[in-house]
């Protein structure tokens, strides 16, 4: 015998415990398992597209550390082979400037993969939070 055939009340047992009225829309099992299964898919395409926007954005900060160390190492060779004042002090600006640039954009790529990261791995959440926000009048 199940739990909510004892209850002689005149209400359902499980729209009781969820608060339901006699006049309320009962919440059915099938409801409660199908928002199950749709937040685990969710979850696990969340899940998904943090690992790779995580790997992406890894993948650019190694891509700019060699960059950086590369342009550096031809820097230092530059300047080893300058003989005048005026040679090394260009040599630098040069240097300093393309690092400058260099920094920016690759700062500014990283930011959208970042942007990018966000929006992917909370897209998937869209569609439950739609069903559950009252729609505009």
């Not at 998904?48 to 031809?74: C, M, R």
């Amino acid at each position: 015998m199940h739990i909510s055939q004892c209850w002689s009340g005149g209400r359902d047992l499980p729209a009781l415990i969820l608060g339901l009225g006699k006049d309320s829309t009962m919440v059915k099992v099938e409801d409660i398992q199908n928002y199950g299964k749709e937040h685990l898919e969710s979850v696990t395409a969340s899940a998904s597209n943090l690992q790779s926007g995580v790997q992406a954005i890894a993948s650019a900060y190694g891509d700019y550390a060699k960059k950086s160390f590369e342009d550096t190492k031809s820097y230092v060779e530059k300047l080893s082979g300058v003989k005048s004042l005026d040679k090394a002090i260009e040599a630098q600006t040069e240097f300093a400037r393309s690092s400058y640039e260099t920094f920016v954009a690759e700062s500014q790529k990283i930011a959208g993969l970042y942007t990018d990261l966000a929006k992917q791995t909370f897209k998937p959440y869209e569609g439950l939070v739609s069903k559950f926000t009252p729609a505009a009048h």
